[in-house]
């Protein structure tokens, strides 16, 4: 008895089970799958969110032409089978088209009703704001949390996308945990530029450290390499030509990139010391450089060396003495006259400054 009872449960479970299939089990075949006869018309119910719909037209002759269509329905195919893709209904309200085929005397008509998105849910867009690609719409429940976000779009160049917000330029960024409103019918993709790093080659001159700087913003201070017996002539995008490259130029390279140091070779000049209307030494000096005075010839007796007169071959005098140590800057050939002084600090210049053309 008590067997009994067990496969009659069981049998009726068995039974509970079929019966759920049946009911809640959707006929996929003939949602996907639809036959329309010559000069018939069939009705069909589409998703609010979209679906594809396989037709077969039973013709008996000719190739059917297609005389009409809802624009939210997009069709392929040829010789009476055809693929009809439904768009996605992203309005509260169903609509209703009819696609027309017409193969000799005979019509088909495939007429889909779509449904409306619940009257709980807004279905959102997806603005790129300038993006490269695109962001399919996205239906929520109003007053719940979004959830999930699509992934942005791919961001114009130089710039990193970081997030949904609701209006085009400012307003307040959607997250997974925002609320759903009504209101909220559209985002907008945000970015910020890139940072890239710079590196500096000197081309054989001084190191120069590489830079961090902002896509679009300006370069900003570019350090002054230094390479012996040459002058600097700025920052270029190449080795040899290129564009170059200031404080104020906007960086436009989308990616990690280097600037190249560009030189001209300076000129020598002849540095020389006379002492009693003759050349006592000389020494030559690239133009522009940094020239250290030296102690002077070995003064007359009962007198002292106090410092230098410079004169330039152009004619012009440097105003005052120079003290042994001291630094100029040579920008072409000059000559160097000690000025002595007494023991007892009663300061002479030797030579006179007419024999330093001689």
Same mark, same amino acid.
């Given at each position: 008895?008590? *067997?009994?009872?067990?496969?009659?449960?069981?049998?009726?479970?068995?039974?509970?089970?079929?019966?759920?299939?049946?009911?809640?089990?959707?006929?996929?075949?003939?949602?996907?799958?639809? @036959?329309?006869?010559?000069?018939?018309?069939? +009705?069909?119910?589409?998703?609010?969110?979209? /679906? @594809?719909?396989?037709?077969?037209?039973?013709?008996?002759?000719? *190739?059917?032409?297609?005389?009409?269509? #809802?624009?939210? %329905?997009?069709?392929?195919?040829?010789?009476?089978?055809?693929?009809?893709?439904?768009?996605?209904?992203?309005? &509260?309200?169903?609509?209703?088209?009819?696609? %027309?085929?017409?193969?000799? !005397?005979?019509?088909? =008509?495939?007429?889909?009703?779509?449904?409306?998105?619940?009257? !709980?849910?807004?279905?959102?867009?997806?603005?790129? *704001?300038?993006?490269? =690609?695109?962001? !399919?719409?996205?239906t929520y429940k109003i007053g719940k949390k979004y959830g999930s976000l699509p992934a942005g779009p791919t961001p114009p160049t130089g710039k990193k996308f970081v997030g949904w917000y609701t209006k085009a330029s400012g307003g307040t960024k959607i997250t997974k945990d925002s609320k759903v409103s009504a209101s909220t019918k559209t985002l907008y993709a945000h970015y910020r530029n890139k940072d890239y790093t710079v590196s500096f080659d000197s081309l054989g001159g001084s190191f120069i450290i590489a830079h961090y700087i902002t896509y679009g913003t300006p370069y900003g201070h570019l350090e002054t390499p230094e390479k012996a017996g040459y002058k600097f002539l700025g920052w270029y995008t190449a080795p040899i030509g290129g564009k170059k490259i200031t404080s104020k130029t906007k960086m436009a390279t989308a990616n990690n990139h280097t600037l190249y140091a560009h030189w001209k070779e300076k000129a020598k000049c002849t540095v020389t010391i006379k002492y009693q209307g003759k050349t006592f030494k000389s020494e030559k000096?690239?133009?522009? /450089?940094?020239? %250290?005075?030296?102690?002077?010839?070995?003064?007359?007796?009962?007198?002292?060396?106090?410092?230098?007169?410079?004169?330039?071959?152009?004619?012009?005098?440097?105003?005052?003495?120079?003290?042994?140590?001291? @630094?100029? &800057?040579?920008?072409?050939?000059? @000559?160097?006259?000690? %000025?002595?002084?007494?023991?007892? +600090?009663?300061?002479?210049?030797?030579?006179? #400054?007419?024999?330093?053309?001689?």
């Open positions: 008895m008590k *067997n009994l009872t067990r496969k009659m449960h069981f049998v009726r479970y068995l039974l509970a089970v079929l019966l759920a299939v049946v009911l809640f089990t959707p006929d996929v075949a003939e949602a996907a799958n639809l @036959t329309i006869k010559s000069g018939a018309r069939k +009705d069909y119910t589409a998703n609010a969110d979209g /679906e @594809t719909i396989n037709i077969t037209l039973s013709v008996p002759s000719g *190739n059917p032409q297609l005389m009409g269509k #809802p624009s939210w %329905v997009s069709q392929s195919g040829s010789s009476g089978s055809y693929k009809l893709v439904v768009a996605k209904n992203t309005s &509260n309200s169903a609509r209703t088209g009819d696609v %027309v085929y017409r193969a000799g !005397n005979y019509v088909y =008509t495939l007429r889909i009703t779509q449904k409306g998105q619940p009257k !709980n849910t807004v279905t959102v867009k997806f603005n790129t *704001n300038g993006g490269k =690609t695109s962001v !399919n719409s996205k000096i690239y133009e522009d /450089e940094k020239y %250290v005075l030296p102690y002077g010839p070995n003064p007359p007796k009962d007198h002292h060396f106090v410092g230098w007169r410079v004169y330039y071959s152009d004619g012009i005098r440097l105003t005052g003495i120079y003290k042994r140590g001291d @630094t100029i &800057n040579i920008r072409c050939d000059c @000559t160097l006259v000690p %000025v002595y002084g007494y023991d007892y +600090d009663i300061a002479f210049e030797d030579p006179s #400054p007419k024999s330093l053309l001689d």
